[in-house]
């Protein structure tokens, strides 16, 4: 049994009911097997196996009371789960579904996709099984004030740097960040990232992460000399991630054709492609309903109740961007069938093991930890504003961001070939995301 096998073997017995984390470290762990056979040290050291635990996990409880004056009860996370290259960075995720399990393969995820941005970000993530779904303002303000009366002692600009990710947007970022300041009585603004532009936010956040997920496919397209340009583009969600692609794709003379939500999905024959639907997404968004029906009744356009974009139209680029495993295998063998050439996470793991497996092998793939990283990298870009007490301009941002995102592109190729498998994404990302972070933990000791 090799060294990889065996501690995926141990974490497996270890901790059976983390589903999606047993996926995302056994997706990682798989990728390094020859890297690590080859060099005993990191066997001796051990390092996969502090690798796979976290450094810290919180759980706390978050006590708040409705419009109604009835007390609710729901529990918070943060996973603080390597810190060898920076503090710990990732977002908080508030949704219904949210389980420990879930924080655990996001912060995981994340501390190779930090790595890969070449800034010094460690991983973690956070977030709560609070649904923001029907939630008022006021409602959504006082849980995010208790949630930070908690959180704050484990946060900081050089120990955790929360930002935002599902359900958690620039209004709750607001009130965690208010709330933060009061209880610290310091302006600490890099303790969080994806701040209004008013008290330290950068410019391009909110499009980070979708603006990079092209990048990263214009990139992948280019090694095949070919372009966005009058290429189709399914995606799904409707939600910040979406609506960055969206802006940025129309603009590459791309089109993009679908969105989804969790009642079904939208198929826009002209493209989302004009100020008035992006600006339409955010309405849908900000009202809280999270569904995307009403852009059909909007536009005029189909509407597929409980449908997944992926079986029901061609195209040629595919692009989950809402949730994980919002992919499967028969979507993916549908794609195929159906001419589709790429398909890239702009989510973390959007895509199951068995649909970005056989995705992987027939056509072009790329996993969400590289696709995605321009959000965080760009919530890297806002610390460093913060800390010099100065705001970059729209074009030194965006210069930046692309600059990073090929650079990530890059590095996965270069990883990919050194390690025998040309053209692999998926062992790309994870190789050279895990050998920064090894190197350092190595050099920090046995900690
Ligand atoms: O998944 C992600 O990379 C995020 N939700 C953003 C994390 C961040 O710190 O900006």
């Given at each position: 049994m090799s060294y990889v096998e065996k501690v995926i073997e141990e974490l497996h017995s270890k901790y059976p009911w983390e589903k999606e984390f047993l996926q995302a470290a056994t997706e990682v762990l798989e990728s390094l097997d020859a890297i690590v056979e080859k060099d005993l040290i990191y066997k001796e050291a051990k390092i996969l196996e502090r690798l796979v635990e976290p450094e810290r996990i919180v759980i706390f409880r978050v006590p708040w009371v409705n419009d109604n004056g009835e007390v609710q009860v729901n529990r918070g996370f943060r996973v603080q789960f390597n810190s060898a290259i920076g503090p710990y960075k990732g977002g908080?995720?508030?949704h219904a579904s949210v389980t420990l399990s879930m924080l655990k393969f996001l912060a995981f995820e994340q501390i190779f996709k930090n790595s890969l941005t070449g800034l010094p970000m460690g991983g973690g993530k956070g977030g709560s099984d609070f649904s923001p779904v029907g939630k008022t303002d006021n409602e959504v303000m006082k849980f995010c004030q208790s949630f930070m009366t908690e959180l704050y002692r484990h946060i900081g600009p050089h120990t955790d740097i929360p930002a935002g990710d599902v359900g958690v947007g620039g209004r709750e970022i607001g009130y965690l960040y208010g709330q933060h300041k009061r209880i610290v009585n310091r302006?600490?603004?890099?303790?969080?990232?994806g701040k209004g532009r008013s008290f330290g936010g950068s410019i391009f956040r909110p499009e980070a992460t979708g603006?990079?997920?092209?990048?990263?496919?214009?990139?992948?397209?280019?090694?095949?000399?070919?372009?966005?340009?009058?290429?189709?583009?399914?995606?799904?969600?409707?939600?910040n991630v979406a609506w960055g692609v969206s802006q940025k794709a129309t603009e590459l003379c791309g089109k993009v054709i679908t969105l989804s939500g969790p009642d079904g999905c939208i198929i826009d024959p002209d493209g989302v492609g004009t100020e008035e639907k992006w600006n339409y997404m955010l309405e849908m968004r900000a009202s809280g309903d999270d569904i995307v029906k009403p852009y059909s009744d909007k536009f005029g356009v189909k509407f597929y109740e409980n449908a997944r974009p992926w079986d029901i139209v061609p195209m040629d680029i595919a692009l989950p961007c809402a949730f994980q495993n919002e992919l499967n295998e028969e979507n993916a063998k549908n794609l195929i069938k159906?001419?589709?050439?790429?398909?890239?996470?702009?989510?973390?793991?959007?895509?199951?093991?068995?649909?970005?497996?056989?995705?992987?092998?027939?056509?072009?793939?790329?996993?969400?930890?590289?696709?995605?990283?321009g959000g965080v990298a760009v919530s890297g870009l806002e610390m460093s504003q913060n800390s010099e007490r100065l705001s970059w301009t729209a074009e030194e941002v965006d210069t930046q961001l692309?600059?990073?995102?090929?650079?990530?592109?890059a590095q996965c190729l270069e990883a990919a070939d050194a390690a025998g498998s040309h053209g692999d994404y998926v062992k790309g990302a994870n190789i050279a995301g895990f050998l920064k972070v090894a190197e350092a933990m190595l050099a920090q000791g046995v900690v």
């Open positions: 908080l995720r508030f302006f600490d603004s890099a303790t969080l990232t603006f990079g997920t092209v990048y990263f496919v214009q990139a992948m397209l280019k090694t095949k000399d070919e372009s966005l340009d009058g290429k189709t583009i399914g995606i799904s969600g409707f939600g159906n001419g589709c050439k790429l398909v890239a996470e702009g989510s973390n793991m959007g895509c199951t093991q068995e649909a970005w497996k056989m995705l992987n092998e027939r056509i072009k793939f790329a996993p969400g930890k590289a696709v995605n990283a692309h600059r990073i995102m090929e650079n990530i592109h």
